[in-house]
C-alpha cells in the first residue's frame, strides 16, 4: 500500500517568511511524529501526536513551531518567521499506534532558508 | 531514561569484508529497539527491530543484530559488506515507559571501499 508522503520535497523560503510543510501518513496509522534533521546529524524529535490525545510537544526548538493534525490524518509543521538555522530536511513518521510499534518514514521535506 | 549511544560516527570497510556498526542503548525498561537506514537523498528504512523475542534478530539485506542485555548492546552486523550498503545507519530506542516515543543515535556513516 502506500507509505508516508511528504510535501513540497524540497522548499527555498527567504529568512523571516512562513513556511508549511504537510505529511500524509499511511492509512489507519494513529500515531504521527515529525523530526528535524540537519546536515550531519541525526533526527531531533519535534512532535508526536496519538489518535485524540494531546500532542507531546515537548521537542519543539521555539514558539515560532507548531503542528497540527487534522481529523487523525494530515499534519502539518508551520514553522514561522523562519531563520537560517532552521535550514534542515523535516521527516514525518507513523506508526500504527501501539506501543513501541515500527515507524515509517517519509522521503522527508528539505528546507532551505536563504 | 532512554538514550542510544552509536560508538562509531563513521566506519569504513572494504567490499566483502564484515561489518560492524556498534550501538549502546539506555533503558529502565523492556526497551523495543530498532536498527534504521538512510541510504543518499532517501528516506529512513526500517532493517530490523527486537522486541523481546528471539535476541539475534535477522533483517533485510543479510544485516542481523544481536541484544545483549548484560552489555545493554545492539550491534548491528553483516558478515560480508557490499557496495550498496554504504549509507547512514541509525540505533533506535523505545521503551514502555515513554509511551510511544523514539530516541535516535546520532547515526553511524558506513562507506564501503571497492
Known amino acids: 500500500g502506500a507509505g508516508v508522503s511528504q510535501s513540497p520535497s524540497n522548499k527555498v523560503t527567504e529568512k523571516g517568511k512562513d513556511v508549511e510543510l504537510r505529511c500524509d501518513p499511511i492509512?489507519?496509522?494513529?500515531?504521527l511524529y515529525w523530526y528535524r534533521q540537519s546536515l550531519g546529524q541525526g533526527l531531533e524529535f519535534l512532535i508526536y501526536?496519538?489518535?485524540?490525545?494531546?500532542?507531546?510537544k515537548s521537542g519543539l526548538p521555539s514558539d515560532r513551531f507548531s503542528a497540527e493534525r487534522t481529523g487523525g490524518s494530515v499534519s502539518t509543521l508551520t514553522i514561522q518567521r523562519t531563520q537560517q538555522e532552521d535550514s534542515a530536511v523535516y521527516l514525518c513518521?507513523?506508526?500504527?499506534?501501539?506501543?513501541?510499534?515500527?515507524?515509517?518514514f517519509g522521503p522527508g521535506t528539505r528546507l532551505l532558508v536563504l | 531514561a532512554q538514550s542510544v549511544t552509536q560508538l562509531d560516527s563513521h566506519v569504513s570497510v572494504s567490499e566483502g569484508t564484515p561489518v560492524l556498526l556498534r550501538c549502546n542503548y539506555s533503558?529502565?525498561?523492556?526497551?523495543?529497539l530498532f536498527w534504521y537506514v538512510q541510504h543518499p537523498n532517501k528516506g529512513l528504512q526500517l532493517l530490523l527491530k527486537y522486541t523481546s523475542a528471539a535476541t539475534l534478530v535477522k533483517g533485510i539485506n543479510g544485516f542481523e543484530a544481536e541484544f545483549k542485555k548484560s552489555e545493554t548492546s545492539f550491534h548491528l552486523t553483516k558478515p560480508s559488506a557490499h557496495m550498496s550498503d554504504a549509507a547512514e545507519y541509525f540505533c533506535v530506542v523505545s521503551g514502555t515507559n515513554t509511551g510511544n516515543q523514539f530516541y535516535f543515535g546520532t547515526g553511524t556513516s558506513l562507506t564501503v571501499i571497492p
Open positions: 492509512s489507519g496509522h494513529t500515531a
Open positions: 513518521a507513523s506508526s500504527p499506534g501501539r506501543i513501541q510499534e515500527t515507524q515509517y
Open positions: 533503558s529502565s525498561y523492556s526497551p523495543s
Open positions: 501526536f496519538q489518535g485524540n490525545s494531546a500532542p507531546d
